[in-house]
C-alpha cells in the first residue's frame, strides 16, 4: 500500500471553530488531493496541489484553505467550521497527473455540531 | 470535462461475471478512461486504466469501443468480497489539462 497517512482520523467539533486535517506521504508523489464524500454526492474534489506550493482549487473549494510547504504534507483548513462541512475527507496522491493512478489515504472523519 | 453516466446499482450472484457500462459521449481525444473501487469505510482503490479497445490485469478487463463513448467493466466470477462501489471517470493523460470527477459510482452488491 502506498504511505499516506491521515491525521486526525475522527474529530468532533463545534460550529466557528478552525480545523486542520494533515495528509502525509512517503512516496515523494508530485500531486496531492483533497476530496470530501457525502452520502448521495460521491467523492468530489476540494483542492489539490501539483507541487510544494503550487494549488489549485476543485469543485468544492468554498471554506476551505490548503498549503503544501514540503512535498510530503498537504494541509486542508476550515477556517470556521460549519455544519455543512461535516463529511469523510480522504487525501490522495499520485505521480504526475490526475488521470495517473491516484493512491487515497484512510479518510478523515469530521463531524461539526 | 467529460461527464460520465453509470448504473446507480445493480445486483449479482456469487461466480457470475459482472458488466458494469459507462457512457462518456463527450470524451476527447486526450482523455483516459479509468475505474475505481471503493469498499466501506475505505478510500477507493484504483482497478484498471485504458484508452481504447481492450486492456486485462489480473483483477478486471476493460472494454472500448472504437468510438470510445462509452466503456464496460468486466469483473469475471464476482465474490461476495466485490460488493463494492464502482467509479468510472475520464480524465486527460498526460498532459493534465482537465480534472477527473468521480461521480457517484456504482454500488454493486453480491448475493450469496
Known amino acids: 500500500d502506498a504511505g499516506i497517512t491521515q491525521s486526525p482520523r475522527h474529530k468532533v467539533t463545534e460550529t466557528g471553530t478552525p480545523v486542520t486535517l494533515r495528509c502525509h506521504q512517503t512516496?515523494?508523489?508530485?500531486?496531492m488531493y483533497w476530496y470530501r464524500q457525502d452520502p448521495g454526492h460521491g467523492l468530489r474534489l476540494i483542492h489539490y496541489?501539483?507541487?510544494?506550493?503550487?494549488?489549485d482549487k476543485g469543485e468544492v473549494s468554498d471554506g476551505y484553505s490548503v498549503s503544501r510547504s514540503k512535498t510530503e504534507d498537504f494541509l486542508l483548513t476550515l477556517e470556521s467550521a460549519t455544519s455543512s462541512q461535516t463529511s469523510v475527507y480522504f487525501c490522495?496522491?499520485?505521480?504526475?497527473?490526475?488521470?495517473?493512478?491516484?493512491?487515497f489515504g484512510p479518510g478523515t472523519r469530521l463531524t461539526v455540531l | 470535462l467529460a461527464k460520465t453516466t453509470q448504473p446507480i446499482s445493480m445486483d449479482s450472484y456469487e461466480g457470475q461475471e459482472v458488466n458494469i457500462t459507462c457512457s462518456h459521449n463527450?470524451?476527447?481525444?486526450?482523455?483516459?478512461i479509468t475505474w475505481y473501487q471503493q469498499f466501506p469505510s475505505q478510500g477507493p482503490r484504483f482497478i484498471i486504466q485504458?484508452?481504447?479497445t481492450k486492456v486485462t490485469n489480473e483483477v478486471a478487463s476493460l472494454f472500448i469501443p472504437a468510438d470510445r463513448k462509452s466503456s464496460t467493466l468486466s469483473l469475471p466470477r464476482v465474490s461476495l468480497s466485490d460488493t463494492a462501489v464502482y467509479y468510472c471517470?475520464?480524465?486527460?493523460?498526460?498532459?493534465?489539462?482537465?480534472?477527473?470527477?468521480f461521480g457517484q459510482g456504482t454500488t454493486l452488491q453480491v448475493k450469496p
Open positions: 471517470l475520464v480524465g486527460d493523460f498526460p498532459s493534465n489539462t482537465g480534472k477527473l470527477i
Open positions: 512516496e515523494n508523489h508530485r500531486y
Open positions: 490522495a496522491i499520485s505521480e504526475t497527473s490526475f488521470a495517473n493512478e491516484q493512491f
Open positions: 485504458g484508452y481504447k
Open positions: 496541489s501539483y507541487g510544494v506550493k503550487d494549488t
Open positions: 463527450n470524451i476527447a481525444t486526450n482523455d483516459y
